[in-house]
């Protein structure tokens, strides 16, 4: 499909220049947005490049009362011989299918999401920094745009996606988080959306995660609603354990976890390197008498804002604590710096992982 194309009138460079010098994280944003209507009898409209701007929201508008929402999160990257690519987008747009059909939101065409996706960044490609460690995280979003208040899925929905210049996640340097252990909430449960990245499984991580604040830790782990010890993921981010032999190994996806891009990238990336990697049940209970005994060494979480975290302790009530004994560890690392360097072009992509779009 082609893309209609409205430029932005007043595009602002002291702005532009201005945000990259300090990006932040989701706090500024580019100049146009693109916009895809979807509408039960006739599919699929006309794909829009915009201005950026403000949504006009009827008070009755289905995703406002039932939060049939879903949405994805990749970046853009410039890599030194100034082209800029995405990391599998593919894989985004697989992901975010899935997350439509248990939403019950129509489904988009693979090709279409990443076209969407390349369109923006092709528009505001200036606001791909060059600074090391900076890219344009894009955010593509689907909501149920119909104003009815029945209790059915929506006959009409909208496709956007939005661009933010983000920095370096360790600006001053790589750091080991300290993760809080919710043990009265929980993330998702079996049959639910877990698995969907909707702004509902986020919703109810918000008051954990202020938990998590108030007792001086960055993140939060959740475990299984009808399994207190058995391990799901963070907030946010999905996690992985590294045995003293080297073995990794990480909570399997049984419909309760995100399936991240990250994950499965440092999985395939871990293979190929010799590691065996466990996907499997994982518990608490594993991890704190691992570290104890020093068969555990490192851990880690992993996702597209942090790429991957270091985790240097687990905090929980009554003094709950487990250390790690290396807190930022040596398979943690160089993981680390083998993917952030195919994202950004400093390392051979031998996988076609990475898609050139200007």
């Not at 146009?32 to 006739?42: A, L």
């Not at 599998?88 to 999401?113: D, G, T």
């Amino acid at each position: 499909m082609q893309f209609s194309i409205t430029q932005a009138s007043q595009v602002d460079p002291a702005r532009r220049s201005s945000a990259l010098a300090n990006p932040g994280f989701g706090t500024h944003f580019t100049d146009h947005m693109v916009s895809i209507v979807w509408e039960k009898e006739t599919g699929w409209q006309t794909p829009e490049v915009l201005p950026y701007g403000p949504l006009s929201l009827d008070p009755a508008n289905a995703v406002l009362h039932y939060g049939q929402e879903i949405f994805e999160g990749l970046k853009a990257y410039r890599h030194p011989d100034g082209k800029i690519a995405l990391f599998r987008p593919e894989r985004n747009a697989q992901r975010f299918n899935k997350s439509a059909r248990r939403l019950a939101l129509p489904e988009i065409p693979e090709e279409l999401f990443v076209a969407a996706c390349a369109e923006l960044v092709k528009i505001d490609h200036e606001w791909v920094s060059d600074t090391p460690g900076h890219s344009l995280y894009l955010r593509p979003f689907m909501i149920a745009d119909e104003v009815f208040l029945g209790v059915r899925s929506a006959q009409r929905a909208r496709f956007i996606v939005i661009a933010s210049p983000v920095g370096h996640y360790f600006p001053e340097g790589v750091k080991p988080v300290k993760l809080w252990l919710a043990t009265e909430m929980k993330r998702a449960g079996h049959g639910g959306t877990g698995f969907a990245k909707c702004g509902g499984n986020y919703a109810g991580s918000l008051a954990a995660t202020d938990e998590a604040y108030a007792n001086g830790c960055q993140q939060v782990l959740f475990t299984d609603a009808s399994d207190s010890d058995r391990i799901d993921e963070l907030g946010g981010m999905n996690l992985f354990l590294v045995r003293r032999d080297g073995t990794v190994i990480t909570p399997e996806t049984n419909g309760n976890i995100l399936e991240g891009v990250t994950r499965s990238s440092l999985i395939e990336l871990l293979r190929a390197a010799g590691h065996t990697v466990e996907e499997r049940r994982v518990t608490v209970s594993e991890w704190r008498d691992g570290a104890a005994s020093g068969e555990i060494q490192e851990a880690f979480a992993c996702g597209t804002a942090a790429v991957i975290a270091p985790i240097g302790s687990l905090h929980g009530l009554d003094g709950f604590e487990i250390v790690l004994p290396q807190q930022t560890g040596e398979v943690t690392m160089r993981l680390r710096e083998e993917l952030t360097g195919i994202q950004f072009g400093l390392l051979p992509d031998t996988r076609n992982w990475v898609q050139q779009v200007r």
